[in-house]
């Protein structure tokens, strides 16, 4: 089991062993107590234009009034489906500030899977940027959504600068596509009318699940992980305790390239640093590495989140490596494996260590991270765990094992999920006593730090992202020309690992050109294969089941 005396040996004086989020009720008060505190401070920044936290106050405060205006009751589910954009936080904290429950969505999502999700989670509302609104239109007769909000990429920047954002978006790279949906709502107009109405007071108990996170779990279909307000809270002041020593105590500057619907950059980013006081930056597109570039130039960057393949097209970009990174004290890298060779080259180019950390959408993003310092991290390690999280590593009967001794990591915190929505079956499966059965295997060092050894569970990991081979292989055996198909992560250079299939023919005319055009309908991109095998058969059990590690092995 973790031990404290590894915090206290291993960082600096101020940061606990243990957290105390008996201080707050909900997330909501904390988030208001951070509106108030930062006041004219910039809270987050997008396309050089900025927000304040009083401006914020205001905006949420007035959306999550206009929200109740629609009927919408505490507990209903929202969807909110855009990348990183202005929007996004005034959406968060209003529909948070309502009482609703808040869905994460991919705005990448193809329309089967929106329809998955807003059918499993029972959504009522969405705020949606328009550019993928031709897909919501295909599933919304399917769906329960009554209250439709949508946004443009350009809504918030200004109107010069918004009304040419929009037409370039919408006329000249045609991203925009044609789409019709009854009584949409701009989100402007939103807010405009919420200032005749005031949030209705309502019940917000600690153990209230205020966040659907979608995540495949340990098994194939996606399912929401229920986040309460006393996760998110713990989350909260978990993150504040670690990175707080590390940073100036004003006008903190993040950098967010990663999407706030994904759970590590809404943890850090969207909750930690914005109880900091932080202006967090947002980066709209992270595959526009000019952009990145751009932000670090024009901003004192003091901490940034990203993953491997961001950071490693970084230290590929002369304009980069040739600039100052001075101000940066916290790199973070999490969603897949830090390569040593990247954190090294990385500490070399800017002066930062390079922190790789551990967590899961079931622990609200965190279990455990690397210390800050090239002196007290261990690279190719996941770090320690966080205050308050306890560490188990156990064999297949569920017994203790020692130090660097190899099993399935266990995790028991109060960032650990309520359970799967709807799902008590795999919720008993995956937490057991207080336990979460993480499904990756590792060991703890005599120093308390952890690494991962290897996946218990099938999972690929495309870039951070999860993807599922049941998932991939249900969608592409519908394809009429293929008998069976079998679906395995290999490794990438890029994304660190990319989806292969084997498939076995059904007609011998089928070709990978028809396979990847039947995907791309499908799935959505990095769940789509990048490798594709054709065989005559696919090794299996005495009983039938695909053996991915016969797989693996050709």
């Given at each position: 089991m973790s031990d404290s005396r590894f915090w206290l040996k291993n960082f600096p004086p101020g940061v606990p062993a243990n957290i105390d989020s008996s201080q707050y009720e909900n997330l909501v008060e904390l988030i208001n107590e951070s509106l108030k505190k930062y006041g004219p401070k910039p809270a987050f920044t997008c396309m050089g234009k900025s927000i304040s936290y009083t401006q914020l106050d205001k905006d949420s405060a007035n959306f999550g009034a206009y929200l109740q205006s629609r009927g919408l009751v505490p507990g209903d589910k929202i969807a909110i489906m855009m990348p990183n954009?202005?929007?996004?936080?005034?959406?968060?904290?209003?529909?948070?500030?309502?009482?609703?429950?808040?869905?994460?969505?991919?705005?990448?999502?193809?329309?089967?899977?929106?329809?998955?999700?807003?059918?499993?989670?029972?959504?009522?509302?969405?705020i949606i940027l328009n550019n993928f609104a031709s897909n919501l239109e295909k599933i919304l007769g399917e769906t329960n959504i009554q209250t439709i909000i949508t946004t443009s990429i350009g809504e918030l920047l200004g109107f010069a600068k918004g009304k040419v954002v929009n037409f370039v978006v919408k006329n000249v790279k045609g991203m925009v596509p044609k789409y019709t949906l009854p009584n949409p709502v701009s989100f402007s107009e939103a807010i405009k009318q919420g200032k005749k109405f005031s949030i209705q007071p309502f019940d917000n108990p600690r153990e209230q699940v205020i966040i659907h996170q979608y995540t495949g779990g340990t098994t194939g279909v996606s399912k929401g992980a229920m986040l309460t307000n006393h996760n998110l809270i713990s989350t909260m002041l978990q993150i504040k305790a670690v990175v707080a020593p590390f940073l100036p105590k004003d006008n903190v500057v993040g950098l967010c390239p990663l999407p706030l619907y994904h759970v590590f950059a809404f943890a850090v980013n969207g909750l930690a640093l914005f109880s900091l006081g932080a202006n967090n930056i947002l980066v709209t597109n992270p595959r526009d590495i000019k952009s990145l570039v751009k932000e670090f130039k024009g901003n004192k960057i003091q901490l940034m989140t990203g993953v491997n393949t961001l950071f490693n097209a970084l230290l590929h970009n002369k304009k980069f490596r040739a600039m100052d990174t001075s101000n940066l004290n916290i790199t973070i890298g999490g969603g897949m494996a830090v390569q040593t060779p990247v954190a090294i080259e990385w500490e070399k180019v800017t002066g930062c260590y390079l922190a790789q950390g551990y967590g899961l959408t079931e622990t609200?993003?965190?279990?455990?991270?690397?210390?800050?310092?090239?002196?007290?991290?261990?690279?190719?390690?996941?770090?320690?765990?966080?205050?308050?999280?306890?560490?188990?590593?156990?064999?297949?009967e569920g017994h203790q094992l020692g130090l660097n001794t190899p099993g399935e990591i266990l995790v028991k915190g109060p960032q650990v999920m309520k359970g799967y929505y709807k799902r008590p079956d795999e919720t008993a499966k995956t937490i057991k006593d207080g336990w979460l059965y993480t499904g990756d295997i590792g060991q703890m060092d005599e120093d308390g730090f952890l690494k991962i050894v290897d996946r218990k569970k099938d999972m690929i990991l495309v870039s951070g992202f999860n993807v599922f081979p049941n998932e991939v292989e249900d969608v592409l055996v519908a394809h009429p020309k293929i008998l069976e198909i079998g679906a395995i992560g290999v490794p990438d250079e890029h994304s660190g690992e990319v989806v292969k299939v084997f498939v076995v023919k059904k007609d011998k005319s089928l070709t990978k050109k028809e396979i990847l055009a039947f995907a791309k309908e499908n799935l959505t991109g990095y769940k789509r294969p990048k490798v594709i095998e054709f065989v005559d058969e696919l090794p299996k059990s005495n009983v039938g089941k695909i053996l991915r590690r016969k797989l693996r092995e050709l």
């Amino acid at each position: 089991m973790s031990d404290s005396r590894f915090w206290l040996k291993n960082f600096p004086p101020g940061v606990p062993a243990n957290i105390d989020s008996s201080q707050y009720e909900n997330l909501v008060e904390l988030i208001n107590e951070s509106l108030k505190k930062y006041g004219p401070k910039p809270a987050f920044t997008c396309m050089g234009k900025s927000i304040s936290y009083t401006q914020l106050d205001k905006d949420s405060a007035n959306f999550g009034a206009y929200l109740q205006s629609r009927g919408l009751v505490p507990g209903d589910k929202i969807a909110i489906m855009m990348p990183n954009l202005l929007q996004y936080p005034i959406a968060l904290f209003g529909a948070l500030r309502a009482g609703l429950t808040v869905v994460n969505t991919n705005p990448l999502y193809t329309p089967r899977e929106m329809l998955h999700q807003f059918t499993d989670s029972e959504v009522k509302a969405i705020i949606i940027l328009n550019n993928f609104a031709s897909n919501l239109e295909k599933i919304l007769g399917e769906t329960n959504i009554q209250t439709i909000i949508t946004t443009s990429i350009g809504e918030l920047l200004g109107f010069a600068k918004g009304k040419v954002v929009n037409f370039v978006v919408k006329n000249v790279k045609g991203m925009v596509p044609k789409y019709t949906l009854p009584n949409p709502v701009s989100f402007s107009e939103a807010i405009k009318q919420g200032k005749k109405f005031s949030i209705q007071p309502f019940d917000n108990p600690r153990e209230q699940v205020i966040i659907h996170q979608y995540t495949g779990g340990t098994t194939g279909v996606s399912k929401g992980a229920m986040l309460t307000n006393h996760n998110l809270i713990s989350t909260m002041l978990q993150i504040k305790a670690v990175v707080a020593p590390f940073l100036p105590k004003d006008n903190v500057v993040g950098l967010c390239p990663l999407p706030l619907y994904h759970v590590f950059a809404f943890a850090v980013n969207g909750l930690a640093l914005f109880s900091l006081g932080a202006n967090n930056i947002l980066v709209t597109n992270p595959r526009d590495i000019k952009s990145l570039v751009k932000e670090f130039k024009g901003n004192k960057i003091q901490l940034m989140t990203g993953v491997n393949t961001l950071f490693n097209a970084l230290l590929h970009n002369k304009k980069f490596r040739a600039m100052d990174t001075s101000n940066l004290n916290i790199t973070i890298g999490g969603g897949m494996a830090v390569q040593t060779p990247v954190a090294i080259e990385w500490e070399k180019v800017t002066g930062c260590y390079l922190a790789q950390g551990y967590g899961l959408t079931e622990t609200c993003a965190i279990v455990s991270v690397n210390p800050f310092t090239k002196e007290t991290g261990k690279l190719g390690t996941i770090g320690l765990p966080f205050p308050s999280t306890d560490i188990r590593i156990v064999d297949k009967e569920g017994h203790q094992l020692g130090l660097n001794t190899p099993g399935e990591i266990l995790v028991k915190g109060p960032q650990v999920m309520k359970g799967y929505y709807k799902r008590p079956d795999e919720t008993a499966k995956t937490i057991k006593d207080g336990w979460l059965y993480t499904g990756d295997i590792g060991q703890m060092d005599e120093d308390g730090f952890l690494k991962i050894v290897d996946r218990k569970k099938d999972m690929i990991l495309v870039s951070g992202f999860n993807v599922f081979p049941n998932e991939v292989e249900d969608v592409l055996v519908a394809h009429p020309k293929i008998l069976e198909i079998g679906a395995i992560g290999v490794p990438d250079e890029h994304s660190g690992e990319v989806v292969k299939v084997f498939v076995v023919k059904k007609d011998k005319s089928l070709t990978k050109k028809e396979i990847l055009a039947f995907a791309k309908e499908n799935l959505t991109g990095y769940k789509r294969p990048k490798v594709i095998e054709f065989v005559d058969e696919l090794p299996k059990s005495n009983v039938g089941k695909i053996l991915r590690r016969k797989l693996r092995e050709l």
